[in-house]
């Protein structure tokens, strides 16, 4: 009796929806799937698609690995390629006043050096063939011919006597290709090995725009630099200066030219030697990155007149974490000036964001990037514990 009255109550019950196992719904699910396969009318299809739900996150998860799994070096390279795209410091070398202007420059920077007319009448094989020679790999547009020895590059008499007297007497690849386009004007990214010259490739053009402005335009007390070396250590820094004086001192020797003043702008020197150099008016500057924004923000010094820019080791400026500093140091900049980036490596992100700052860059990269210089012998010597000297 009690069962009629339930089953009674039931089926008075309008929304009442029978319970199907798990199974049969399984079943029936798979057999309405193969229907809609087996109709390929467009209706149909269409209908489908409306029908279709978007997978769920276990289902899509268990995809993507999948996708992994079945091309994974295909799947990091474009990972790399979204995480480049999207880098938020790809404007890095980039002024504030440029970015808000939307200024963006087109041509690069004019010199007025030229080689040997034999040299510009090479054909690009020609070329090509002494690029290969010297295991050089070039990337950009109109590059310069590449040189192979420093008379042909015009140099002053003074310089080509020092590189002598050094035991510098033919241009290393990355020179070779290197100090043409640096001379030229163009913007560079020069990639090479430990040791194969590169402080020589920037530091010579440097000095060659420095003669070049002192000539046309001589310097007055509290004006320049005309040309900025930034490096991420002090060791480093004062490596370059030294170099740098090494040079100018020879042409301060021979009164054809103008005095050419350089100035080390490193932490731990007395900023008061400093600031003589700049009463007098300094043409070249080696600095790193702390000690230079100290100086402009201080309005010590300014770079309303710098025309030369150099990163020296680009890719340890960034690993240090001198990015913000190389960024205020950017902002100071009034004009266009010509930059050029020097390392033994470039990581992917740095090329990136360099090549959205400079104009029209040449890249120049020789050899085993990234590695040591096969000339330097590391000799390691084993000792004993009870040998070894205590503190």
């Known amino acids: 009796m009690a069962i009629d009255i339930k089953r009674k109550f039931i089926e008075e019950e309008d929304d009442y929806v029978e319970y199907v196992p798990v199974e049969k719904r399984r079943a029936l699910a798979q057999q309405i799937l193969q229907r809609q396969g087996n109709d390929s009318t467009p209706s149909a299809i269409i209908h489908k698609k409306v029908q279709e739900k978007p997978p769920s996150l276990l289902v899509a998860s268990q995809m993507r690995k999948r996708i992994e799994m079945m091309n994974p070096c295909e799947n990091i390279v474009q990972e790399e390629k979204d995480i480049v795209e999207h880098l938020s410091d790809r404007k890095a070398l980039m002024s504030v006043h440029e970015l808000a202007k939307d200024i963006k420059y087109t041509e690069p920077l004019k010199t007025g050096w030229k080689p040997p007319l034999a040299i510009r009448n090479m054909s690009i094989k020609a070329c090509d063939a002494i690029r290969k020679k010297w295991h050089i790999l ?29 035991g510098i007497v033919k241009p290393t690849p990355i020179q070779v290709q290197g100090l043409p386009v640096i001379l030229s004007g163009r913007d560079m990214i ?40 930034i490096c991420p250590s002090r060791e480093l820094a004062r490596q370059i200066y030294d170099v740098v ?11 054809d030219y103008p005095v050419i003043r350089s100035m080390l702008c490193i932490g731990g020197v007395d900023m008061r030697s400093q600031l003589e150099v700049l009463q007098k008016g300094v043409h070249i500057v ?15 010094m300014n770079l309303d007149s710098c025309r030369y820019l150099v990163l020296d080791e680009a890719d340890h400026l960034v ?16 004009d266009q000036r010509q930059t050029v980036l020097f390392s033994a490596t470039m990581p992917t992100k740095i090329k990136n964001f360099a090549r959205s700052a400079l104009v029209k860059p040449v890249i120049v990269n020789v050899g085993r990037a990234g590695a040591a210089n096969l000339d330097v012998i590391q000799e390691v010597e084993y000792v004993k514990q009870e040998a070894k000297l205590k503190n």
């Open 245 to 255: 004086e090494e040079f100018v001192e020879c042409l301060w020797e021979c009164k």
């Open 190 to 229: 020069g990639i090479a090995f430990t040791g194969s010259g590169k402080t020589l490739a920037f530091v010579l053009p440097l000095i060659m725009m420095a003669i070049q402005e002192e000539n046309m335009m001589p310097i007055v007390s509290r004006e320049g630099p005309f040309g900025l070396v």
């Open 286 to 300: 080696v600095a790193t990155p702390g000690r230079l924004k100290d100086m402009l923000v201080k309005k010590k």
């Open 138 to 166: 070039v990337d950009g547009e109109d590059i310069a011919p590449p040189v192979k020895n420093f008379k042909d590059m015009r140099f002053p008499e003074p310089i080509l006597q020092k590189l002598k007297e050094k």
């Open 319 to 334: 690993d240090l974490g001198f990015e913000d500093e190389i960024r205020d140091v950017i902002n100071h900049f009034k």
